[in-house]
């Protein structure tokens, strides 16, 4: 089947500290891979994406290569920020039976001051 | 700009009521979604629409219903509100059917159930 596995939360870091955010899939055919962003009280909202394997998603200042040999898509950032506070969902949308987006549980990240 | 609008931001209903939840997009969309979000759940499917009239069953589809009647409406209905229905609701759009295309979302609707 299809399905997404993100780590934990919540994750807590000082401001400028590296971030990362792992996120493993299983797929059957062959899926795009997604990371969402849900700031406080708003709807989510599209981070990045890539399409195909070995792509590397980019968007202010976040970064996510499509790995198929390690079935992952971990979110990276250099040097986080307050601003960058929030819920991180990664996703896969695949067409196996119907066009479906599986959505991870959801990562809550803190960043101090 | 994109844009998804939902009619409500919180919602207080009573059990048994009959709820509706709107959803309209300005984009063109033609496929429309419906999710709840529970805490350590992510976000499940609950129904959605790749056209007018049409409708499909996502992961729990128990307890609600959808209407399609417009291309840039959906609307979600609890026909007899529950308090195991108390959830972040958010309606999302895609312009077609492929894989490359993300969701666009609405702002969600928090709705209690007393």
């Known amino acids: 089947g299809n399905s997404v596995t993100q780590m934990e939360g919540p994750v807590t870091l000082s401001e400028e500290a590296f971030l990362t955010i792992n996120c493993t899939y299983t797929?059957?055919?062959?899926?795009?891979l997604f990371w969402y962003v849900q700031y406080p009280g708003e709807g989510l909202q599209l981070l990045l994406k890539a399409t195909k394997a070995d792509d590397k998603g980019s968007n202010k200042g976040f970064e996510a290569t499509y790995r198929k040999e390690t079935t992952s898509f971990h979110l990276e950032k250099g040097s986080v920020q307050v601003s960058d506070s929030a819920v991180y969902f990664c996703a896969l949308m695949v067409n196996t039976g119907g066009f479906k987006t599986i959505f991870g549980a959801g990562t809550r990240l803190f960043v101090k001051a | 700009d994109v844009k998804v609008t939902q009619s409500s931001r919180y919602l207080v209903k009573r059990t048994g009521e009959k709820v509706f939840l709107e959803c309209v997009q300005d984009m063109d969309h033609e496929n429309m979604f419906w999710y709840r979000q529970d805490p350590g759940l992510g976000l499940r499917l609950i129904y959605f629409s790749y056209d007018v009239k049409m409708k499909e069953k996502g992961d729990i589809p128990e307890g609600y219903s959808v209407s399609r009647e417009k291309k840039e409406r959906f609307s979600l209905i609890l026909e007899s509100a529950s308090t195991n229905q108390t959830s972040m609701y958010l309606c999302a759009s895609t312009p077609g059917l492929l894989v490359s295309y993300e969701q666009y979302f609405g702002p969600g609707t928090r709705l209690t159930v007393t």
């Open positions: 797929a059957t055919g062959y899926p795009s």
